[in-house]
Nanobody, 113 residues
Framework: QVRLVESGGGAVKPGGSLTLSCEASGFLFGIRNMRWHRQAPGKERELVADISSGGHTYYRDSVKGRFIISRDNSKNMLYLYMNNLKLEDTAVYYC???????WGQGIQVTVSS
C-alpha cells in the first residue's frame, strides 16, 4: 500500500535552513507528480511545491526563490530544501501524490526567534 514518511523538520531561527525528505513506497514513484503541502495552525492546508515525473517544478509565490523541490526516482525520495525561512513558514509539512487522497503523518517545521 501507499506509504509516505516525512523527516527532517525541526526548529530554526528566521533566515535559517532546513531540508525535508519524504520516503515513498507502495506505488510507481517515478511516474507520479509529487507535492509538498503545509498546514499552519488554524489555517487550511496549502500547496507549497510540485514536481513532475520529468522534473518540472511549481512553487507558490511566497516560497519562490527560497525553497527547492527535488526528487530522486532511483531512491523513491522527495526533498524540499528550505532556505531563508520566515516566521510564516511555520507549519506541519506533508508530502503527497498528485490526485491521491493519502497523507502521511507530516513533519513539524517551526521558525521562531
Amino acid at each position: 500500500q501507499v506509504r509516505l514518511v516525512e523527516s527532517g523538520g525541526g526548529a530554526v531561527k528566521p533566515g535559517g535552513s532546513l531540508t525535508l525528505s519524504c520516503e515513498a513506497s507502495g506505488f510507481l514513484f517515478g511516474i507520479r507528480n509529487m507535492r509538498w503541502h503545509r498546514q499552519a495552525p488554524g489555517k487550511e492546508r496549502e500547496l507549497v511545491a510540485d514536481i513532475s515525473s520529468g522534473g518540472h517544478t511549481y512553487y507558490r509565490d511566497s516560497v519562490k526563490g527560497r525553497f527547492i523541490i527535488s526528487r530522486d526516482n532511483s531512491k523513491n525520495m522527495l526533498y524540499l530544501y528550505m532556505n531563508n525561512l520566515k516566521l510564516e513558514d511555520t507549519a506541519v509539512y506533508y508530502c503527497n501524490i498528485l490526485g491521491v487522497d493519502y497523507w502521511g503523518q507530516g513533519i513539524q517545521v517551526t521558525v521562531s526567534s
